[in-house]
């Protein structure tokens, strides 16, 4: 059974970090690209960054392009989202997905709160 | 940027009654990159449909989806209680590509 498993979220200051990782297990994760997807407070989906399987391509939404850096340890089974330079409007849900097949993900974590807030 | 717009935003029908479902596209898509899916408050997103008609394993076969140039549509044949959600398009195209989700619309028991 494919499992993600999203942590690291919380509460942090405009112009903040935070790192979120995600825990895949059930299926051979360094064959997969892998994606970031997030939700703001009762609003629709916005597709945040994905990584191809061997890191050698990464997407970013324009919004967080320059700010948040995505990034895999494949030996960890593990994704990883960095956010800088946080802003109120990066309050979301941070959903961890797979892709499967190109261009669509198929199975999604439950998700961590990231709340950007003084 | 492609833009996915999904009409109605609110569509009210009792269990049994048929869904009708529209997603339409601002630019063409290639239809091997539209995908449905279903969301129920506090859930993570479901995939329904990938490749704008095949279902993803373990959908039920009420569920269906087709298009016709930029509309795409996604029909349920015999609304069960369950369906009762939010269901987001989402399409990958465009020049510089880029991934992009339609607003939703809201399913709710009439």
């Known amino acids: 059974e494919v499992q993600l498993v999203e942590s690291g979220g919380g509460l942090v200051q405009p112009g903040g970090s935070l790192r979120l990782s995600c825990a895949a297990s059930g299926f051979t994760f360094s064959n997969y690209w892998m994606a970031w997807v997030r939700q703001a407070p009762g609003k629709g989906l916005e597709w945040v960054a994905n990584m191809k399987h061997d890191e050698s391509e990464r997407y970013y939404v324009d919004s967080v392009n320059g700010r948040f850096t995505i990034s895999r340890d494949n030996a960890k089974n593990s994704l990883y989202l960095q956010m800088n330079s946080l802003r109120v409007e990066d309050t979301a849900v941070y959903y961890c997905?797979?892709?499967?097949?190109?261009?669509?993900?198929?199975?999604w974590g439950q998700g961590t709160l990231v709340t950007v807030s003084s | 940027e492609i833009v996915l717009t999904q009409s109605p935003g609110t569509l009210s029908l009792s269990p049994g009654e048929r869904a009708t479902l529209s997603c339409r596209a601002s630019q063409s898509v290639s239809s091997s990159y539209l995908a449905w899916y279903q969301q129920k408050p506090g859930q993570a997103p479901r995939l329904l449909i990938y490749a704008a008609s095949t279902r993803a394993t373990g959908i039920p076969d009420r569920f269906s989806g087709s298009w016709s140039g930029t509309d795409f549509t996604l029909t349920i044949s015999r609304l069960e209680p369950e369906d009762f959600a939010v269901y987001y398009c989402q399409q990958y195209g465009g020049s510089p590509p880029g991934h992009t989700f339609g607003q939703g619309t809201k399913l709710e028991i009439k």
């Open positions: 997905a797979r892709v499967r097949p190109w261009p669509t993900p198929d199975s």
